[in-house]
């Protein structure tokens, strides 16, 4: 895969985290610590709002993490260099999500706390209302990057001098924290001022309680393998509580980006001046399979590439096929397009499977909740209340629903040599559901897609399962021809915090390699 360098503005670096000292203040504490207190005097509301815009943009397409991990899931193809495709070993860095969003999220924690800095801060909203904001991102952003990797640095992290080369936290101390620290945001918002800068949701409280309600609702879920218990405990005291959880397309993390050059949609970006990548023929496949009008908008055109071909063949494909269909409807990918980063259809489907496992009660609770996460999928593309009723009356059905069918993602180049996505049960027609729902999420459909694979119903030619059973392309370049589990620590990493990213990597089975597990991926 070639890599795509964007235009990524760190205002931060000159609103608030800048110090008299110089810019390259960062650099003294390494990649994944920054000095939380190097500033002359942040602009609370500054730092928030370009932490915020720059998710996505460093998400899904600066690190090239949400791409590559569409990739793996078999959504998306590359057109031309697919290295990535073929599972070649990425070295992608951490080092600007955690100085670049994290660290701002920090900063205005520390300032909010610490009592020289208190009252200041009051201008940009209430202590607890900051704060709050503060943790919740930092969580939603600390979940991407240990499913992505697994052991991150995490307690030890954001602290400055106090740990110049932070420890890597275990995953399976990580996840109670995160759930912890989503409990205590919701219970410390207050009802004074309103925070200040918040392009997600204009500071409105109840729907940062929501977020971070149906969160804890898809944490506690991704851990259902590895403590059963504790996911249970978790997803019923979110489900449960007064503040909700996201229902509606209304409540959804949401940005409508500015479009100024400077924060676009980051699909906008990745397809500034290329053409790398483009709907594949094994998510196409499912899609006209089952009679999905969801197809019309994730692709811009019905002529879907195949996955895992080798670069040759990719390129001879792109020029006897110039039409092949880029990744969503032209509208989506705008410089002003909005992207949404959480939504209503995930949070219902996470119902609907806690029903499923008698988690929460109700009969017709798992039905009316698949129903309505997939009527809130389509109405988040624009589409309509019918087709999603057609869907939900055919193969999309939750209680006869045959899914997306078999010999998916065949093609001429036999990269793939055909898969399936047929649904039997309640929980293959909910994951089926949720890969489709995720879409252009990576690294949520590449997790759930991981954490699907102990389902019944392998593929009967491979033996591989999963929801769709996604086979690995022929052509796969990594030691184990399989679909990569994780990344691998980067470059700089090792370089800069070698001694505790080496004992992570040690307790990783097989070492610091694609197709290691991560403690819940069971």
Same mark, same amino acid.
């Given at each position: 895969?070639?890599?795509?360098?964007?235009?990524?503005?760190?205002?931060?670096?000159?609103?608030?985290?800048?110090?008299?000292?110089?810019? &390259?203040?960062?650099?003294?504490?390494?990649?994944?610590?920054?000095?939380?207190?190097?500033?002359?005097?942040?602009?609370?509301?500054?730092?928030?709002? &370009?932490?915020?815009? !720059?998710?996505?943009?460093?998400?899904?397409?600066?690190?090239?993490?949400?791409?590559?991990?569409?990739?793996?899931?078999?959504?998306?193809?590359?057109?031309?260099?697919?290295?990535a495709?073929?599972?070649?070993?990425?070295?992608?860095?951490?080092?600007?999500?955690?100085?670049?969003?994290?660290?701002?999220?920090?900063?205005?924690?520390?300032?909010?706390?610490?009592?020289?800095? /208190?009252?200041?801060?009051?201008?940009?909203?209430?202590?607890?209302?900051?704060?709050?904001?503060?943790?919740?991102?930092?969580?939603?952003?600390?979940?991407?990057?240990?499913?992505?990797?697994?052991?991150?640095?995490?307690?030890?992290?954001?602290?400055?001098?106090?740990?110049?080369?932070?420890a890597?936290?275990k995953?399976?101390?990580?996840?109670?924290?995160? %759930?912890? #620290? !989503?409990?205590?945001?919701?219970?410390?918002?207050? =009802?004074?001022l309103?925070?200040?800068?918040?392009?997600?949701?204009?500071?409105?409280?109840?729907k940062?309680? /929501?977020l971070?309600?149906?969160?804890?609702l !898809?944490i506690?879920?991704?851990?259902?393998?590895?403590?059963?218990?504790?996911?249970?405990?978790?997803?019923?005291?979110?489900?449960?509580?007064?503040?909700?959880?996201?229902?509606?397309?209304? &409540?959804?993390?949401? %940005?409508?980006?500015?479009?100024?050059?400077?924060?676009?949609?980051?699909?906008?970006?990745?397809?500034?001046?290329r053409?790398?990548?483009?709907?594949?023929?094994?998510?196409?496949?499912?899609?006209?399979?089952?009679? &999905?009008?969801?197809?019309?908008?994730?692709?811009?055109s019905?002529?879907?590439?195949?996955?895992?071909?080798?670069?040759?063949?990719?390129?001879?494909?792109?020029?006897?096929?110039?039409?092949?269909?880029?990744?969503?409807?032209?509208?989506?990918?705008?410089?002003?397009?909005?992207?949404?980063?959480? =939504?209503?259809?995930?949070s219902?489907?996470?119902?609907?499977?806690?029903?499923?496992?008698?988690?929460?009660?109700?009969?017709?609770?798992? /039905?009316?909740?698949?129903?309505?996460?997939? /009527?809130?999928?389509?109405?988040?593309?624009?589409?309509?209340?019918?087709?999603?009723?057609? !869907?939900?009356?055919?193969?999309?059905?939750?209680?006869?629903? %045959?899914?997306?069918? *078999?010999?998916?993602?065949?093609?001429?180049? =036999?990269?793939?040599?055909?898969?399936?996505?047929?649904?039997?049960?309640?929980?293959?027609?909910?994951?089926?559901?949720?890969?489709?729902?995720?879409?252009?999420?990576?690294?949520?459909?590449?997790?759930?897609?991981?954490?699907?694979?102990?389902?019944?119903?392998? =593929?009967p030619? #491979?033996?591989?399962?999963g929801?769709?059973?996604?086979?690995?392309?022929?052509?796969?370049?990594?030691?184990?021809?399989?679909?990569?589990?994780?990344?691998v620590?980067?470059? *700089?990493?090792?370089?800069?915090?070698?001694?505790?990213?080496?004992?992570?990597?040690?307790?990783?089975?097989?070492?610091?390699?694609?197709?290691?597990?991560?403690?819940?991926?069971?």
């Amino acid at each position: 895969m070639k890599y795509i360098f964007f235009n990524l503005k760190t205002s931060v670096l000159a609103l608030g985290i800048m110090c008299t000292t110089g810019c &390259d203040k960062f650099k003294d504490f390494g990649d994944t610590n920054i000095d939380p207190y190097g500033s002359v005097s942040p602009i609370n509301s500054a730092l928030l709002t &370009d932490a915020e815009l !720059l998710i996505g943009n460093i998400l899904v397409g600066g690190t090239q993490t949400g791409v590559t991990s569409s990739l793996y899931a078999q959504q998306i193809s590359e057109t031309q260099y697919t290295e990535a495709s073929l599972y070649s070993e990425p070295k992608f860095e951490y080092s600007l999500t955690y100085r670049d969003i994290l660290a701002n999220f920090q900063v205005i924690i520390n300032r909010n706390t610490n009592e020289k800095t /208190k009252e200041a801060s009051l201008a940009y909203g209430s202590n607890a209302n900051q704060i709050a904001v503060a943790k919740i991102l930092q969580t939603y952003i600390f979940w991407q990057l240990t499913d992505c990797w697994g052991d991150v640095p995490y307690s030890q992290a954001l602290q400055g001098s106090a740990f110049v080369t932070p420890a890597y936290d275990k995953q399976e101390e990580i996840y109670p924290k995160l %759930i912890s #620290t !989503l409990k205590d945001a919701v219970a410390k918002f207050d =009802n004074g001022l309103v925070v200040k800068g918040d392009v997600f949701y204009n500071g409105n409280i109840a729907k940062w309680k /929501k977020l971070a309600n149906t969160l804890q609702l !898809l944490i506690s879920l991704r851990m259902i393998k590895a403590s059963p218990a504790a996911a249970q405990a978790a997803f019923t005291q979110a489900y449960n509580h007064v503040a909700g959880y996201i229902t509606s397309n209304g &409540d959804n993390l949401v %940005i409508n980006y500015p479009g100024d050059g400077t924060y676009n949609n980051p699909w906008y970006n990745i397809y500034d001046g290329r053409t790398d990548y483009a709907l594949s023929k094994t998510f196409s496949d499912i899609l006209t399979n089952m009679g &999905d009008s969801r197809k019309t908008v994730f692709g811009s055109s019905a002529t879907a590439f195949p996955y895992g071909l080798k670069r040759q063949d990719a390129e001879n494909f792109s020029s006897a096929n110039t039409n092949y269909a880029r990744v969503m409807a032209i509208n989506f990918r705008q410089k002003n397009a909005p992207f949404v980063f959480v =939504n209503a259809a995930s949070s219902l489907l996470a119902v609907s499977e806690a029903a499923v496992r008698g988690w929460i009660p109700g009969a017709t609770t798992a /039905k009316d909740a698949y129903d309505n996460a997939v /009527k809130a999928s389509f109405e988040q593309w624009g589409l309509s209340l019918a087709d999603a009723n057609s !869907l939900l009356g055919n193969a999309g059905n939750f209680a006869s629903g %045959i899914g997306g069918g *078999n010999n998916i993602g065949a093609n001429s180049f =036999n990269s793939v040599t055909g898969q399936h996505a047929s649904t039997t049960s309640f929980l293959q027609r909910i994951f089926l559901q949720r890969y489709i729902a995720h879409f252009p999420d990576g690294i949520q459909v590449w997790s759930e897609w991981r954490r699907s694979c102990d389902l019944a119903q392998p =593929n009967p030619v #491979t033996g591989l399962a999963g929801i769709p059973a996604l086979v690995p392309t022929a052509f796969a370049t990594n030691s184990s021809k399989g679909i990569p589990r994780r990344y691998v620590y980067g470059t *700089n990493e090792y370089s800069t915090n070698g001694a505790n990213v080496a004992v992570a990597a040690g307790r990783l089975s097989g070492g610091d390699v694609l197709n290691a597990r991560i403690w819940w991926d069971k």
